[in-house]
């Protein structure tokens, strides 16, 4: 009898030291749950980035919204804004740098500029992203443009992470799309 006991009571230790060692590892996968997808869409932090379809001075045909491989960077600009000129070696550069885990879009708002002119300044700075053409201006609209530029960063599940009016220095910029794509 005594013998039965002292091996329950060993089951019972075995069983306790066991739920104690994955107690931990349970709590830290209630910790690691996901947000859950937002299911509003728009143009503010949180939401589902509004969806469009532009082509590009390439040719082809570029969409934004919804989940993709890689995370988004949207630069709404005009060939005559000072600010868009001093953010293009920038945009060039980092664009270069993240390729493999971020897509940048040039969008220029063609409603305030001339097709023209901005073929003149992708020449000028040298831009080697895809630069879209938001002729009627809908996808400027869609995340409410009051500025050039306007930055959105979306990440790759198609959610609006910041919209960003005017320019930040690259190295800000920088530390923005290195938080993005940790994601």
Known sequence: MKRNIYILLGVVLLVGIALAQNADNGIAAVFKQEEPMPTKTGPKAGLLAPAFSLQAMDGKTYAVGGAKEKAIFVSFWASWCEPCKQEAPALNTLAAKYKDKLDLYGVNVTTYDKIRDAKAFVD???????????EDGTAYAKYNGLAFPTNVLIDSRGVVQEIILGILPEKELERKIKELIAD
């Open 124 to 134: 000028e700075y040298k831009l080697t992203f895809p630069i879209l053409l938001d």
